[in-house]
C-alpha cells in the first residue's frame, strides 16, 4: 500500500547524542518536508526538498540537517540532541502533478531528549 | 511572503450545531487552499480543498467557501458529531505550489454531547 513511513515512532534518549530519523514514502512523490509540531499545536517547517540532491530550510531555525539520497528517503538527523528538541517531527510528501499541493503526512516521529 | 491567519484558536459547539472556521492569506497569487484535520495522537489529514477558480466546494457536512478579492476562506461543518473534534488547520500553496504550503496556527475544535 503506497503510504509514508517514520521510524523509529517514539525515541528517548539523553542529551548529546546523535539521532536520526527515518522517513520513506512508496507514493512515487518529488517533494517532501519535515515539519515540527508540539501536539495539537501550530506546524513548523523545518526542511523540504524538491527532488533528489535539493533540500531547503524552513520557517523554523534548527540545528537539524536532511539528506535526499534517493526520491523515496529523506532522514533528517540532529548531530547533538538538546532537550529543546523534545517534539513530535512529522514527515510529508506530494507530488509534481496536477495534484500536486496535496500533502500525505507520515505518523510522526516523538522525540523525548533527556 | 505568504502569511496565513487563522480563527478562532479555541471553538467549542453544541453537538448537532455548524462549526465555522475562518483564515485569512496575504499572497494574491495564492492560488490553492487546504484544510486539514488532525485528530488526538494522529497525522493531519486532507479534508477538502479548493482551487481559486471556485468559489465554494462541498462534501456532505464540509464545505468550504473562498473570497478572493478579500482574501479569505472559511471552513463551514454543518450538524457536527462529537467525531468532528480536531485541530483543524487551514493552509495556502504561494507560487502556484512551487513552495511549500503555508498553514494556519490551528483551530481546536471541541463538540459537545
Known amino acids: 500500500e503506497a503510504d509514508i513511513y517514520q521510524t523509529p515512532r517514539y525515541l528517548v534518549i539523553g542529551t548529546g547524542k546523535k539521532i536520526t530519523l527515518e522517513c520513506s514514502q512508496t507514493m512515487g512523490h518529488d517533494k517532501m518536508y519535515w515539519y515540527q509540531q508540539d501536539p495539537g499545536m501550530e506546524l513548523h517547517l523545518i526542511h523540504y526538498s524538491y527532488g533528489v540532491n535539493s533540500t531547503e530550510k524552513g520557517d523554523l531555525s534548527s540545528e537539524s540537517t536532511v539528506s535526499r539520497i534517493r526520491t523515496e528517503h529523506f532522514p533528517l538527523t540532529l548531530e547533538s540532541a538538546r532537550p529543546s528538541h523534545t517534539s513530535q517531527y512529522l514527515c510529508?510528501?506530494?507530488?509534481?502533478?496536477?495534484?500536486?499541493?496535496?500533502?500525505?503526512f507520515g505518523p510522526g516521529t516523538r522525540l523525548t531528549v533527556t | 511572503g505568504e502569511n496565513v491567519e487563522q480563527h478562532p484558536s479555541t471553538l467549542s459547539v453544541q453537538e448537532g450545531d455548524s462549526a465555522v472556521i475562518k483564515c485569512t492569506y496575504s499572497?494574491?497569487?495564492?492560488?490553492?487552499f487546504p484544510w486539514y484535520k488532525q485528530e488526538l495522537g494522529k497525522r493531519p489529514q486532507l479534508i477538502i480543498d479548493i482551487r481559486s477558480n471556485v468559489g465554494e466546494k462541498k462534501d456532505q457536512r464540509i464545505a468550504v467557501t473562498l473570497n478572493k478579492t478579500a482574501k479569505h476562506f472559511s471552513l463551514h461543518i454543518t450538524e457536527t458529531q462529537p467525531e468532528d473534534s480536531a485541530v483543524y488547520f487551514c493552509?495556502?500553496?504561494?507560487?502556484?505550489?512551487?513552495?511549500?504550503?503555508?498553514f494556519g496556527k490551528g483551530t481546536r475544535l471541541s463538540v459537545i454531547a
Open positions: 499572497d494574491s497569487a495564492s492560488n490553492y
Open positions: 510529508a510528501s506530494s507530488d509534481g502533478g496536477p495534484r500536486g499541493y496535496e500533502q500525505y
Open positions: 493552509a495556502a500553496s504561494p507560487n502556484s505550489g512551487n513552495t511549500p504550503l503555508v
